[in-house]
């Protein structure tokens, strides 16, 4: 488990503690009271935004409510402090419009900040990961896939708890990403900590643009970054005979291992821990890196978020030491960063070129999720314009 240092708390007259768990790798807290039902919302949310957590000790389901309250109470702000973001928005219009990285920034801070407060109401579990409250469900499954065994018992927030609980249901259950010769879907069952497939227009892309003639003489592809396995996947589908595919994250290995294993792939993809190509050459490659240039706040935004494009660079500079003549790589990516002001078109076909690559061929498609369309969404400028493409690239 990703866990730091411990949790300590007076109870009973004693001091008592407990193993400190946090995906988001944030410190044990230093300031934490017991509380239970008898503890209202707005007691909650003052020592929430104070800095001091709660450790709950009353019905699990009261705690849920209690979360839930915390949460419309972030979402939905005083009056008093309305009318001091009113002033504050009318001082700063009259300096200068923000730009599109200045809201992006905010955007992160409130998310930072609504996850600090959200963090605060905590759980106790035992060694076994089962939760010593009443009415609280059986949650030793969904946590041994996410955490492994442990030894001792540990604190976690409710928060994160609940992502836990969430993330084993999209495993049990699985998210349809494409259908069969015959017509029914196919799952994937995605684990904790890798990013799921539910953005399908990305999908739609891998499944429509033509295969390169190579494949004919050369079956070989690699996924780089495989996740979930969801590319591999669509990949032997459509019928490419030999399949490489890399990640870093074991967590990533162990998903995409059992998904092609489920749907019986396994003996036509390989997946190999590695830190983007593995040693041979390919007639395709296809890679979907996380689309934002931006230092993720956790080990679980890792997908989403690319420090300073570390790995799209590292995939373009590389890529033509690993595909062979006449071969063809696939790189999925949103323009989303470009209309936050966080990367440039220009500096996308800088890096594609000064890998020896060209640009043979680009196919383009809208997001279907329903961000684009919440207007009251802060990025809302950005997310109604975004656009994500398949670009086609070989060697120059």
Excluded at 31 to 49: F, N, S
Excluded at 93 to 116: C, E, G, V, W, Y
Excluded at 320 to 346: C, F, M
Aim: charged content about 25%; aromatic content about 6%.
């Amino acid at each position: 488990m990703s866990q730091s240092n411990s949790v300590t708390w007076e109870e009973g007259g004693q001091t008592c503690s407990a193993a400190w768990h946090s995906e988001n790798g944030i410190a044990a807290h230093k300031r934490v009271v017991i509380a239970d039902d008898t503890l209202t919302a707005d007691d909650a949310y003052r020592l929430a935004c104070e800095g001091t957590a709660i450790l709950w000790k009353g019905d699990f389901q009261n705690a849920r409510q209690l979360l839930q309250a915390l949460v419309r109470r972030i979402d939905k702000p005083s009056k008093k402090s309305k009318r001091a973001g009113k002033r504050t928005d009318q001082s700063s219009s009259d300096l200068q419009s923000p730009t599109s990285i200045d809201l992006f920034n905010k955007h992160r801070l409130m998310q930072s900040q609504r996850a600090r407060i959200l963090g605060m109401l905590l759980i106790q579990c035992n060694s076994d990961h089962t939760i010593p409250l009443r009415r609280a469900p059986d949650i030793s499954l969904a946590c041994l896939e996410a955490y492994g065994l442990t030894t001792e018992s540990y604190v976690i927030s409710l928060r994160e708890l609940l992502g836990v609980i969430s993330a084993h249901e999209w495993r049990k259950n699985g998210v349809p990403v494409l259908a069969d010769e015959e017509g029914e879907p196919i799952f994937i069952y995605p684990h904790y900590g890798v990013f799921s497939p539910i953005r399908g227009e990305y999908l739609e892309l891998v499944c429509s643009v033509p295969l390169p003639k190579l494949l004919e003489k050369e079956s070989i592809a690699f996924d780089i970054g495989v996740g979930t396995g969801v590319l591999s996947v669509i990949l032997a589908m459509r019928g490419v005979q030999k399949i490489v595919a890399t990640d870093q994250d074991d967590r990533a290995l162990a998903c995409a291992k059992e998904n092609i294993k489920r749907l019986s792939l396994d003996s036509s993809i390989q997946i190999i821990k590695a830190n983007l190509f593995p040693q041979e050459k390919a007639s395709l490659i296809v890679c979907n890196p996380p689309w934002i240039p931006a230092r993720p706040s956790s080990t679980l935004e890792h997908a989403v978020y690319d420090p300073e494009s570390q790995m799209l660079k590292g995939f373009l500079g590389e890529l033509k030491n690993h595909l062979l003549p006449d071969g063809e790589a696939w790189l999925i990516l949103s323009d989303l960063a470009e209309h936050l002001g966080l990367r440039t078109r220009t500096e996308l076909l800088e890096w594609i070129g000064a890998g020896g690559l060209k640009v043979i061929g680009r196919i383009d498609t809208k997001p279907k999720h329903h961000k684009p369309f919440d207007q009251s969404d802060l990025l809302y400028f950005a997310r109604s314009a975004e656009t994500t493409s398949l670009w086609r690239l070989a060697i120059q």
